[in-house]
DNA sequence: CCACGTTGCTAATGCGTATTAACGCCGTAA
DNA sequence: TTACGGCGTTAATACGCATTAGCAACGTGG
C-alpha cells in the first residue's frame, strides 16, 4: 500500500530490496539474455517488493525510453461524436477502433482542434497531430493545401477516402464508386432505360467527383443518353428531369433522393413503375423514406479497418499498397425497375 | 523540412537557431517570469523556425517533466464505437468532447486494453492509463476492486455513473435513479394503481440497485403493493404479474418492456388500458416496439459534459463537489394510465 | 599462480522536456 | 578604477525507464 503520495518508482523497489534500479527493470521485463542474469533468489526478492507495492511501469517514462506511443491519432473535421443522429461517420469509427484494438494501438481523438471559419483545421499555433506515432484523416472534403503540408512533412497518416493527389500522392484507403456506379448504370441500361440522369453536384469532394465520372463513363458506353442536374428544388429538378424524359434517377445524396421520391409520389409517379431512382450510398444526412432504395452500400468499417491497416503498415516500414479502393456492395432494393415504354 | 524520419526535437529548433534548447523551451512557454528573459528577435527568430518545422513538444517527454499532457483518458468496458445497437453510450461521448473540447483537452481512447474474461480490464501488464491527466470511467459495472486501486493510487479521474464507495467515495456524475423512480411510482399510484411491480435485476449494478431503491421507497411511502420479479422468460414473467394483481410494470430495462408489453397484446390485454407500462430509463439494448413508453430520460449528454467538468477540477485542484448527481427528464408518454377497476 | 571464462550485478547513458542556478556582459554609480 | 545590479542566455539537472558496457568475484584448466 503506497503510503505517500508519490508513485512508486523502480528506484523505490530498488532501494527496498537492496539492489540497483537496473536490476528492477531486468527483473520486470523478464529479459532471459545471457548477456544479462539475476539470480533467482534475487528475483524473487525483487517480485515479492513489486508484489507488495503493486508497482506497474509508468508508460509515459517506458514510452520516452522507446521513441514511440502507439498512439494512433483521429483527425475528423466534424466533431467525432456527431450530436446530430445521422451519423455517416460512426461506421468508420467502428472500424478503426476494432482494428486499433488489434494491433494494440490507443485512439487519441484531436477534440482540441480549434474551428476557424467553421471547419477544424489541423495546423494551427498549438499543433497537436505529432503527438500521435501517425493519424487516420476522416471527412467529406480535406484541405489540399493542409495534405500538401503534412506529406511535405513526411508525417504518417493515411486518409479514410480517395483523395487526389496533393504534391504527392495521399495514402488512403477508399470506395470504389466509378465502379458502383458504373454498375448501376449498367443494370438500369439493361432494363431498359435510355435516359437516365445524376442529380448532385459531381464535383468538389472526391466522392462527388468519382461518382460522376463512373456514371458519365457508363452512360457512354451503354451508349444511352445521361443528363447531370444539381439539386435545388425538389420540384424544380423534377420539372427539369420530367421534360428530358428522364426514366431513372441516380442521385449523389441518399437524402435528396428520398425529397424527389416525395415529389414524384406527390405527382402520382409511382417508384418504380413510373419513375426508378438509384441511390449512390448511404446516406450523409438524416433522411425519412419509406422506399427500399436500389444502390449500393459503401463498407464504412471496412474502410475505417483497413485505414488502420495501411497507417500501421507504414510506420512499421513494412512496404505495401498506401492506397486501396475497395468495392461498395451492392444493394437490389425495390426502386429501380423496367422502364415505362 | 526534416528530412529524417525522425521527430523534431528542441535541440534540434535550438540548433538551427543557434541558441540553447533551453532557450526554445522558454519561448515555447511563453515564460513571462522576471527571472528568465528572451530578447524579441531571439523570440521571433525560434518562433520561425519553430513554424518552419511545424515543431510540436513531445507530450510523453513533456508530461515525464511536467506531469502533464492534456489528455483525457476515456475508459470503457465495451468498445467506445459499438458496433450495433441504438448505442446507449454514444450521448456520453457527445458530452464528453464537447467538454474536453471547451476545455482544450484531447481524448485517449483506451481502445487497447486487453479483454480478459470478457471483459476489458483497467489493471494489467502495460497499463496506460497514467498517459492522460485523468480519465473519465464509463461502463453500466465498474470493477470495485480496480476503483479501489484508481483511489489508492491517487489516479485522478471520474466515474459516469454513480458507483458504491470502494475503499473511499469514488468522484461520478451519476443519474438520479431514485427520485426519478420514485417520481413515477407516485404517479401510478395516483392513478388508481395500488399493485405494481419492478421487473428486473433490481440489484448489482448501481443503477439496477438505485432505481429498485427508488421503487422500494416510493410504494412503501404511497401505501401500495410493490413485487418484484426478475425478468426470465415474458410469457412466465406475465403469468406471475397478473397472478399477483399487477396493474402497472415497471421495467428496469426498455427492451424488457417492449417484450412485456408485446406479450400482453398477445393475451388480447390493451397498454395502457388493461395494463400500465413504466420504462425506468433509455434502452440499453435496441428495442422495437411502437409504443410511446412513459418513463424518464438519462441525462446522458450532460452526464458526459459533467464528469469532464469534473474532472478538470480535479486536475486544477479547484475544490468543488466530486459527486453530483443529475435529475432524469420524465417522459410523459402514453403507457400509463388510470388502473383498471 | 596465471589466464580466462562465467556469473551476477551495477554505473552510466539516453530519450525530450521543464526548471533552476548561475554566468558573462553592459552600463552606471561610487 | 572598481563594485554592482539588471539583462539575456545557458549549463546542469530531474523525470522514470531501458539498455549497454563493464566490473568484481569466483571458479577451472594449464
Given at each position: 500500500m503506497p503510503s505517500s503520495n508519490r508513485r512508486v518508482t523502480q528506484q523505490d523497489i530498488a532501494r527496498m530490496t537492496g539492489v540497483s534500479q537496473t536490476t528492477v527493470s531486468i527483473v520486470l521485463n523478464e529479459r532471459d539474455d545471457a548477456a544479462v542474469r539475476i539470480a533467482p533468489e534475487t528475483r524473487e526478492r525483487v517480485l515479492q517488493a513489486i508484489r507488495k507495492t503493486g508497482y506497474v511501469a509508468?508508460?509515459?517514462?517506458?514510452?520516452?525510453?522507446?521513441?514511440?506511443?502507439?498512439?494512433?491519432?483521429?483527425?475528423?473535421?466534424?466533431?467525432?461524436?456527431?450530436?446530430?443522429?445521422?451519423?455517416?461517420?460512426?461506421?468508420?469509427l467502428v472500424g478503426i477502433e476494432e482494428c486499433a484494438e488489434r494491433i494494440g494501438c490507443d485512439l487519441l481523438l484531436f477534440t482540441s482542434a480549434p474551428v476557424v471559419d467553421g471547419r477544424r483545421r489541423i495546423f494551427h499555433q498549438d499543433n497537436r497531430l505529432r503527438l500521435a506515432d501517425g493519424c487516420i484523416l476522416l471527412?467529406?472534403?480535406?484541405?489540399?493545401?493542409e495534405l500538401a503540408r503534412l506529406i511535405a512533412e513526411g508525417q504518417p497518416f493515411v486518409s479514410v477516402g480517395r483523395r487526389d493527389d496533393a504534391g504527392g500522392p495521399v495514402p488512403y484507403v477508399g470506395a470504389d464508386y466509378p465502379s458502383a456506379t458504373a454498375a448501376q448504370v449498367r443494370a438500369a441500361a439493361g432494363l431498359g432505360h435510355t435516359t437516365?440522369?445524376?442529380?448532385?453536384?459531381?464535383?468538389g469532394p472526391e466522392s462527388h467527383a468519382d461518382r460522376?465520372?463512373?456514371?458519365?463513363?457508363?452512360?457512354?458506353?451503354?451508349?444511352?443518353?445521361?443528363?447531370?442536374?444539381?439539386?435545388?428544388?425538389?420540384?424544380?429538378v423534377m420539372d427539369q428531369l420530367l421534360e428530358r424524359g428522364v426514366t431513372a434517377i441516380f442521385v449523389e445524396e441518399f437524402a435528396d433522393g428520398a425529397v424527389l421520391?416525395?415529389?414524384?409520389?406527390?405527382?402520382?409517379?409511382?417508384?418504380p413503375r413510373d419513375l426508378s431512382f438509384v441511390a449512390l450510398g448511404d446516406p450523409t444526412r438524416p433522411a425519412s423514406t419509406d422506399l427500399d432504395f436500389t444502390g449500393y452500400r459503401i463498407p464504412r468499417r471496412e474502410m475505417g479497418w483497413q485505414a488502420v491497416e495501411v497507417l500501421s503498415s507504414i510506420l512499421d516500414g513494412t512496404g505495401g499498397d498506401t492506397q486501396r479502393l475497395l468495392?461498395?456492395?451492392?444493394?437490389?432494393?425495390?426502386?429501380?425497375?423496367?422502364?415505362?415504354?
Open positions: 509508468d508508460p509515459i517514462a517506458r514510452r520516452l525510453a522507446d521513441q514511440r506511443n502507439r498512439f494512433l491519432g483521429v483527425f475528423t473535421y466534424e466533431p467525432v461524436f456527431p450530436a446530430g443522429l445521422g451519423d455517416f461517420y460512426h461506421p468508420f471527412g467529406r472534403w480535406l484541405d489540399p493545401d437516365i440522369a445524376y442529380v448532385g453536384e459531381g464535383a460522376m465520372r463512373g456514371f458519365t463513363a457508363a452512360v457512354a458506353q451503354a451508349g444511352i443518353t445521361g443528363v447531370h442536374v444539381r439539386f435545388t428544388d425538389a420540384a424544380d421520391a416525395e415529389e414524384a409520389e406527390r405527382r402520382a409517379l409511382h417508384v468495392p461498395c456492395e451492392p444493394v437490389a432494393g425495390a426502386t429501380l425497375a423496367v422502364a415505362r415504354a
